[in-house]
């Protein structure tokens, strides 16, 4: 069993950044695959990025790509996600998953994560 626990959501202004952090539990937290997802009123729940256990792999949907930076550090279990330049359509519950299947290379399946988070609201005032 794996508990996810996200944290650092907020309120910010459009052009303003934030930092999500996700503390894991588990003792091979180092070999599983993480990802950030979010999820608007009235809207699917998107993958925005992952990285992979080793952060050579990652993966950012297009619309963060250049303003999002996702990281781990296994030593502590942590993965974060660093956003800035944020806008009103980032708006959304940020969660925090992870895929404990040991694959090389970061999946984009929502299905494929196994473990999530309770989520984070994030909101970026106009």
């Known amino acids: 069993q794996v508990q996810l626990e996200e944290s650092g959501g907020g309120l910010v202004q459009t052009g303003g950044s934030l930092t999500l952090s996700c503390a894991a539990s588990g003792r091979t937290f180092w070999s599983y695959a993480m990802g950030w997802f979010r999820q608007a009123p009235g809207k699917e729940r998107e993958l925005v990025a992952a990285?992979?256990?080793?952060?050579?792999?990652?993966y950012y949907t297009d619309s963060v790509k250049g303003r999002f930076t996702i990281s781990r550090d296994n030593a502590k279990n942590m993965v974060y996600l660093q956003m800035n330049s944020l806008k009103p359509e980032d708006t959304a519950v940020y969660y925090c998953a992870a895929d404990v299947q040991g694959r090389r290379v970061v999946t984009t399946v929502t299905y494929e994560y196994d473990y999530w988070g309770q989520g984070t609201q994030v909101t970026v005032s106009s």
């Open positions: 990285i992979s256990w080793s952060a050579g792999s990652t």
